[in-house]
């Protein structure tokens, strides 16, 4: 593969990466910078990092605008490339993400050859295109696929719908499948639906919380 084509697919899949982690934290930002959120968190946007402070240790950062923050942990969150070397050398197609290329059955371009995890690449089950949904539930599906069609077909994998989760101070976030966003960029006709309850029934029972739930559907079109 030439130098300028791997670039090319390099750009693709760190464009792809971060698309999909912003469009997962869109939601999440937006509640911290209203205040909505406890827990002590200030977010900087627009603030690159000049440099890591300390010498034994990391002990800071210092931005860009003169800034220094002191900090225990310091976490470089640069996104992730499939290791495919191996697979290079024995002449495997890789896939249009850069990752090893598979069917539905963990099968690569080599008959006797299955690859799982995050070296091979993943599709939307939604779209059916590349996608970069990289967790350990899903290597753990495609590893159990691949065990099982080693002496006959016998399962499919049919796209990953990309569960997320996290949380800040008291409150949880999680998102399972196409955002909004995604989906109307997908070609999809949107609409969605919003409520509130309570996360527990009955909803007097103590500790009880609102838990807020936006769906996204695909508009059935109008018969004729």
Not at 137 to 143: G, K, L, P
Request: a positive charge; proline letters at 2%; hydrophobic letters at 35%.
């Amino acid at each position: 593969m030439s130098q300028k084509k791997e670039e090319k697919r390099q750009d693709r899949r760190e464009a792809s990466s971060l698309l999909d982690a912003w469009r997962v934290r869109s939601r999440v930002l937006r509640k911290v910078r209203k205040g909505n959120i406890d827990g002590g968190v200030e977010l900087l946007t627009g603030k690159g990092v000049e440099s890591i402070l300390g010498k034994e240790k990391a002990e800071g950062v210092k931005l860009e605008d003169g800034r220094e923050i002191d900090a225990d942990t310091i976490i470089l969150a640069v996104g992730s490339r499939p290791k495919v070397d191996l697979a290079e050398k024995a002449n495997i197609e890789l896939g249009e993400s850069g990752s090893i290329e598979v069917d539905r059955h963990m099968r690569t371009s080599e008959e006797d050859i299955f690859a799982c995890g995050d070296c091979a690449e993943k599709r939307s089950f939604f779209t059916g295109e590349p996608t970069q949904i990289l967790l350990a539930s899903i290597a753990a599906t495609e590893s159990r696929i691949a065990g099982a069609n080693l002496f006959n077909t016998k399962r499919e994998n049919s796209g990953q719908v990309g569960i997320y989760s996290t949380k800040i101070g008291d409150t949880a976030f999680a998102v399972a499948g196409l955002s909004e966003k995604s989906a109307k960029d997908s070609g999809y006709n949107v609409v969605t639906g919003r409520f509130k309850a309570a996360n527990r029934h009955p909803g007097k029972m103590p500790g009880m919380k609102k838990t807020e739930v936006k769906l996204t559907f695909n508009r059935k079109p109008e018969s004729s």
